[in-house]
């Protein structure tokens, strides 16, 4: 019998240059979309597209080649923008020029057209905020992950009912993952035995390189500590790969306890195993938070943007947040040691709002396979 086709959903963000943050946010969305709408018929946008099309099964295209973006575009149902730190020029004043193009072509092209989860700003220059402006007033749904970005957003002139959810990854929860994903890695390095279980506790840390790299002794002393009096295995991990490499090796040539070191690029769902299997996580990347958040490890976090700060607090956490300018490795040191005896009644509250940001991410793809129709 002849089988209509779905419809056609094309996505675009930081896709192909394995961060595994911005893969985990794809991995969440395809997930969301494919459990809400079977028959979708999904398109990425990546800078690599052979790999990101046998991560996901799905069709993906060369972000970087115009021709092809818009012959996705033609015929789609929705096009959705995000999620992650697309429009922001702290990086880069290139960077929200790029997106911002996709989403006008998109306006051309596509039926309907989302902001999907992005976390706005930075936004220094006043031709990227105009432009910003201009381009989300014409979309048909605008949803940001923290509220942050909804005030700058409306400080920029965005008109539109701006919707406040939470990171696209929280629709992931531990039930979501597959702890065997990692297990033959974290055996290989000798962190579990030959049954699969801990030597020791587990701590994982995610720091990446910034600035003038000054905050990189402090982590080190600090992993020191947790390591020689507090009984942890210490395993350093690239989020961004092979870009936090360089981090990882100053630190471990600044420590004088054993450490893990993973150097090599793991997938989204690896990442996300790997953080299920830890009893602790510390991180400055912003996605190493939202994965420990995700899977219900505790978490302490070294804010280096607003962004981290930013989910922090919107994780009712935001005193396990320490800012990067005079990063004092002894508090962050009491505050792991802290994590080990919570209270039961704090316990719960934070498995409530890790439960109450998986339905606010849930909602913002309900949100999206609506606009299909």
């Known amino acids: 019998m002849f089988r209509k086709k779905g419809p056609k959903i094309v996505i675009s963000g930081y896709y192909g240059f394995d961060n595994c943050g911005d893969e985990a946010v794809l991995l969440a969305i395809i997930h969301c979309l494919r459990q809400l709408r079977p028959d979708v018929r999904i398109v990425v946008l990546s800078n690599n597209p052979e790999k990101t099309a046998e991560l996901y099964g799905v069709k993906a295209v060369d972000r970087w080649k115009p021709m092809e973006v818009a012959k996705a575009l033609v015929g789609c149902r929705l096009f959705l923008s995000g999620g992650g730190s697309l429009i922001q020029d702290?990086?880069?004043?290139?960077?929200?020029?790029?997106?911002?193009?996709?989403?006008?072509?998109?306006?051309?092209?596509?039926?309907?057209?989302?902001?999907?989860?992005?976390?706005?700003?930075?936004?220094?220059?006043?031709?990227?905020?105009?432009?910003?402006?201009?381009?989300?007033?014409?979309?048909?749904?605008?949803?940001?992950?923290?509220?942050?970005?909804?005030?700058?957003?409306?400080?920029?002139?965005?008109?539109?009912n701006i919707r406040v959810a939470c990171d696209p990854v929280m629709a992931l929860s531990y039930a979501d993952i597959d702890r065997q994903e990692i297990k033959d890695v974290l055996q290989e390095m000798d962190i579990l035995d030959g049954k699969g279980r801990k030597n020791k506790p587990l701590l994982l840390a995610v720091i990446r390189c910034w600035e003038d790299n000054k905050h990189l002794a402090a982590v080190a002393q600090l992993l020191d500590a947790q390591a020689r009096s507090g009984g942890w295995d210490v395993l350093l991990v690239p989020a961004h790969f092979p870009a936090d490499m360089e981090a990882i090796d100053k630190i471990s040539n600044l420590m004088t306890e054993r450490l893990y070191c993973l150097g090599k690029s793991l997938t989204a769902r690896q990442f996300l195993a790997l953080t299920a299997y830890a009893d602790k996580v510390f991180a400055m990347r912003l996605h190493g938070l939202i994965f420990a958040m995700a899977m219900g490890t505790p978490m302490l976090g070294l804010s280096y943007d607003p962004k981290v700060d930013a989910f922090m607090e919107q994780a009712g956490l935001a005193g396990f947040c320490l800012p990067y300018e005079d990063f004092d490795w002894e508090a962050a040191n009491d505050l792991l040691e802290e994590m080990e005896t919570l209270p039961l009644s704090m316990r719960r509250e934070q498995e409530n709002r890790r439960r109450e940001m998986q339905q606010q991410a849930w909602q913002m793809a309900k949100q999206a396979v609506e606009l299909l129709d």
């Open 90 to 160: 702290v990086t880069s004043e290139r960077s929200p020029r790029y997106y911002l193009w996709v989403i006008r072509l998109a306006l051309l092209l596509a039926g309907k057209t989302m902001i999907y989860g992005q976390g706005v700003g930075p936004l220094t220059s006043e031709k990227n905020r105009q432009a910003t402006a201009k381009v989300f007033n014409r979309c048909h749904e605008v949803t940001v992950r923290d509220i942050q970005s909804a005030k700058l957003l409306k400080e920029l002139g965005v008109e539109k």
